[in-house]
Each structure stands twice: as C-alpha cells, then as structure tokens.
C-alpha cells in the first residue's frame, strides 16, 4: 500500500524551478511500476482523488508574486516538499491527481489597473476595498478599462453599476472584502505554471497508474474572483444575469469518487473556499459524504504579508468548522490506511 520515494526526487530542489525530464521520467515509472507491483488506476476498488489546490510557481516559490508563506516565512514550499512525498508514497492508492490552476490577465476585477480613486491612481496591492468605498466614490471602475469590459451598445455606466453590486454581494454574504491582489499567475507567465516538483510527481504518477492528470483552470472571469475552484465569489450582476457558473461538472466528478483528499494553497482563501464549496454542495445532497473529505493540514499554509495583515487564525477556525461537519483533518505523518474511515485499498 505504501511505496518508496523514486531516486530522482530531490528534496532540497522543491523550491526551484528547472525542467521536468519527461521522457527520462516515463521510462523510470514503467520500471517503478514493475518493481512494485502497481496496477493501473482503473483497477482500483477504492477510488482516490488527490485534489491539489493552485500548488503553481506564482504561490510556492519564494521569489514569486504571492508566495504563500504562512507564520513560519517557508509554508509552501514545506508543503509541497511534504505533498510530493505524499504521492510517491501513495502511488498505488491515489487514483487521479486534479490539480487547479490561478488563471489571470491583469485587467480583473482584483487586479489594481481595475480600479482608480479621485487622483487616477491605482490601488496598493493588498488594498481591501469595501462596499462603502465603491458607494462613495473613494474607488471607481478605470474608465480607460471600462469600454473593453462591457458588450458593444452597453451603456457606458454599466460595469460601474457591477462594481457597486459586486462589493455588496461580498459585504451581504460575508466574503473577504474586494482584495486588490498582486499580478499573479498569468497566464502564459512562469508563475501560472505548476511547481516543477510537483508537476513531476504528477507526471510520474500518471505515467505509473496510467492515469491522466486533471488539470482545471480557474479565474479567468474579468468582472469576479474566483477562490474556489468550484465556483467563482459571484455568479450573477445586478439584474440577475449570469455573469458566471459554479463548475458543476467537477462537483460531480469529486464526489463520484470514494475519499477526496485535499491540499493546497492557500489554506485562508483558494483552499477554505473550495472545501467550503464542496461542503455546501455534500450537506445538500447527504451530510454523512463529507466523511469521504481528508484534509492534508501540513500541506497547506494560510496567507501572511508580515506587518500587513495574517489569516492564520481564519484558516485554523475554517479547518475546525470544517472537522465539526464531518470531514476529516490529517496529515502526511501518519500512514493513510490510519485515517479514520479510510476505504478499502485493495485492487481487483
């Protein structure tokens, strides 16, 4: 159940980029998967989904836009040092590997171009903008934006009107203020790309059970943030039009399967939210399958910006509302058939 950590995987190189040998990589996983004695993941009794939140460059490497760092300063990269050695050890009983992917271009509704005050200045990264500050004025739509996010034949007032109607549906659910991120994971950038370590362990698995990885981008919307891979923080505008929609086909996709095992970051936002997500859609259907969620606490980290702002204390009390419902809170210390309630391993 348990298999060893392959010769070519590098601790001390998770925090870097480099490129992933693939053709060196698919030969090492036929032997790998001879030596152990792995069957192909179609086999599987138990079906196991790892899902592996944004674990991209722009969030786990140092030197990136939004380096999730947690209080300890190296959170994500000890996370994903810890979630790669996760997968090698649990090549045989992981099924599927779906990894979510930040998807931005600059001109978004949390991006600072978005957005100017009275002066034509852009907000600071890490600005929070509320509802009463869109309501007075204080920020506005960048008008030289606004044309380009509005249907031709829109009147002109139109995104400024879904401004104010998307602070307000953050402030009336009780969401995160408007936060004015950073430029981060852009796509066709570095940043947007997974971390080399860990694309590899996918790449590895998917060559040993013969699996594909399932990759499903997020956050691409203009006009809404999108934290949950599940479904973005707001769905329709002012009139009740869908601007948006909740990722229906990767809801059922999830819960098809026997134990859903989640990391990621980051644990206070993207992370908290799709787990959130998913238990709304668990508690409709059937509370009880919420104890098919395993939630890997040491391979993910909360956003802290030192002397800004830190969410530590919010992703710890999430994780404990989330382990009151029903799902189950573990870590990579202990060995998976420990878990509470973990499926049967064994294949056909």
Not at 163 to 191: E, F
Not at 229 to 258: C, M, W, Y
Not at 260 to 282: K, R, Y
């Amino acid at each position: 159940m348990t298999t060893s950590l392959p010769d070519f995987f590098n601790p001390a190189t998770v925090g870097q980029i480099w490129r992933v040998p693939y053709q060196a990589r698919a030969t090492e996983a036929a032997a790998y998967r001879q030596q152990h004695s792995i069957t192909p993941a179609h086999a599987d009794k138990a079906r196991v989904c790892l899902l592996a939140i944004d674990v991209q460059n722009t969030f786990c490497l140092p030197d990136f836009e939004l380096f999730v760092g947690g209080r300890s300063g190296t959170g994500a990269v000890d996370d994903t040092r810890r979630l790669c050695e996760f997968v090698y050890r649990n090549l045989d009983v992981i099924t599927e590997i779906v990894p979510t992917m930040d998807t931005h271009s600059a001109a978004q509704i949390f991006h600072s171009v978005f957005w100017v005050n009275e002066a034509g200045k852009h907000p600071a990264p890490m600005t929070m903008i509320s509802y009463d500050e869109v309501k007075q004025g204080t920020w506005r739509v960048n008008p030289l934006l606004a044309k380009g996010l509005t249907s031709k034949g829109t009147d002109a007032n139109a995104i400024e009107r879904f401004a104010h109607h998307y602070a307000k549906q953050l402030q009336d659910r009780g969401k995160y203020p408007l936060t004015i991120w950073p430029y981060h994971s852009m796509l066709g950038g570095i940043g947007h790309a997974l971390v080399p370590a860990f694309e590899e362990a996918c790449f590895f698995h998917s060559m040993v059970r013969s699996s594909p990885t399932r990759f499903e981008a997020k956050g691409d919307n203009p006009l809404t943030e999108n934290y949950s891979v599940l479904s973005p923080e707001v769905l329709t505008d002012e009139g009740g039009r869908a601007i948006a929609q909740k990722n229906n086909r990767l809801i059922q996709h999830l819960l098809e399967f026997d134990a859903i095992i989640i990391a990621g970051q980051a644990q206070s936002h993207c992370v908290a939210w799709t787990v959130s997500d998913l238990l709304s859609e668990i508690q409709s259907i059937d509370p009880a399958l919420a104890r098919k969620v395993y939630l890997l606490e040491d391979c993910t980290s909360p956003v802290v910006v030192p002397g800004v702002i830190d969410f530590t204390d919010d992703a710890i009390a999430n994780y404990r509302n989330f382990e009151t419902s029903g799902m189950n809170l573990v870590s990579t210390v202990e060995a998976i058939n420990t878990w509470p309630l973990f499926p049967t391993l064994a294949t056909v």
